[in-house]
């Protein structure tokens, strides 16, 4: 069973920064693709970055240019450095598989407030 701990999640001003970090436990990393969702109040689940085993990136374009993500192989993390936050990044931030592998099994996930 795959098991996904989330950390990083805080209060920030507005144009702040932050640093998720994923831990995942399981067989499931160093072979798939990983990326992080987030979910705003009263919105569907959404995927904002991924990245594959080798390294390559995407984005969704409401985070591009200001939202990194990376992974470390050998240790089963990946992360997501957010630059720039604005309001509308306010949402709880999980990471998975992409796509999520059945049956789906999240994490907690970590709390990310942008605001003044």
């Known amino acids: 069973q795959v098991q996904l701990v989330e950390i990083g999640g805080a209060l920030v001003q507005p144009g702040g920064s932050l640093c998720l970090s994923c831990?995942?436990?399981?067989?499931?990393?160093?072979?798939?693709?990983m990326g992080w969702y987030r979910q705003a109040p009263g919105k569907e689940r959404e995927l904002v970055a991924r990245?594959?085993?080798?390294?390559?990136?995407n984005y969704a374009d409401s985070v591009k240019g200001r939202f990194t993500i990376s992974r470390d192989n050998a240790e089963n993390t990946v992360y997501l450095q957010m630059n720039s936050l604005k309001p509308e990044d306010t949402a709880v931030y999980y990471c998975?598989?992409?796509?999520?592998?059945?049956?789906?099994?999240w994490g907690q996930g970590t709390q990310v407030t942008v605001s003044s």
């Open positions: 998975n598989t992409v796509p999520v592998i059945f049956p789906p099994s």
């Open positions: 831990a995942v436990s399981g067989s499931i990393f160093s072979r798939n693709v």
């Open positions: 990245i594959s085993s080798g390294g390559a990136t």
